[in-house]
């Protein structure tokens, strides 16, 4: 997968995930992959309904030592 | 793209850091979302938004408010300001409120989208989902 971008939001809490996201991929063209990096396990469900609202599109997601990572593409 | 209703109206009333927060929250994450957002601020809701009250800390907290302010985190000013910068989120105080109390715009945090009667702010937010804190 070609990311243009990572997003380190680890240790922070809810929605401050969302908000870091929203500012990241404010600044990617159409088409291009964010991906984000949360300790917030809420994350996982949010970050899915925010791509739901916003019509952006949550690749995929994956758990690996209690880092959750997303790959969001942007719309 | 899930059905999401347009706009979004929040009133915040109350002086409990936790209604503050929460209400704040959900204001913030909507406009992010894609809503419109109008946040109305009245009654004792409206002393913690004076730069007085908001530099001592001076809100009601429980368990959970006691727990944010000893942690540091990011306070209901700075989820507003982040729904402002990252979306459609407006911040009004209550011409009412103020006005008994002779507060002025400008001794109020710099959130504030202006003073308007709950006359202008029911015009503004005809058909939004409300939430009151």
Redesign the interface.
Same mark, same amino acid.
């Given at each position: 997968m070609n990311v243009a971008k990572v997003l380190d939001a680890k240790g922070l809490a809810c929605p401050m995930p969302i908000v870091k996201t929203k500012k990241a991929i404010t600044d990617l063209q159409s088409g291009d992959v964010l991906e984000i990096h949360t300790t917030d396990k809420g994350a996982v469900k949010d970050l899915a309904a925010w791509a739901d609202s916003t019509g952006n599109e949550l690749l995929k997601h994956e758990e690996e030592n209690g880092v959750f990572k997303f790959w969001m593409k942007k719309a | *793209? #899930?059905q999401?209703a347009p706009s979004l109206a929040v009133i915040l009333l109350s002086e409990d850091l936790e209604k503050l927060h929460a209400g704040a =929250?959900v204001g913030?994450?909507a406009s *992010?979302? &894609?809503m419109t957002v109008n946040v109305f601020v009245t009654m004792n809701a409206l002393k913690s938004f004076r730069k007085d009250s908001f530099e001592n800390a001076d809100f009601i907290t429980g368990t959970i408010g006691k727990e944010m302010l000893a942690k540091k985190?990011?306070l209901f000013d700075s =989820?507003l300001q #982040?729904g402002k910068d *990252? &979306?459609e989120l407006n911040i009004y105080g209550c011409a009412l409120a103020m006005d008994i109390m002779d507060w002025q715009e400008e001794d109020m945090i710099d959130v504030f989208d202006g003073v308007i009667g709950v006359t202008k702010f029911l015009g503004m937010t005809q058909g939004a989902t409300v939430i009151t804190m």
């Open positions: - | *793209m #899930e999401q =929250l913030s994450v *992010m979302s &894609g985190i990011p =989820l #982040e *990252m &979306g």
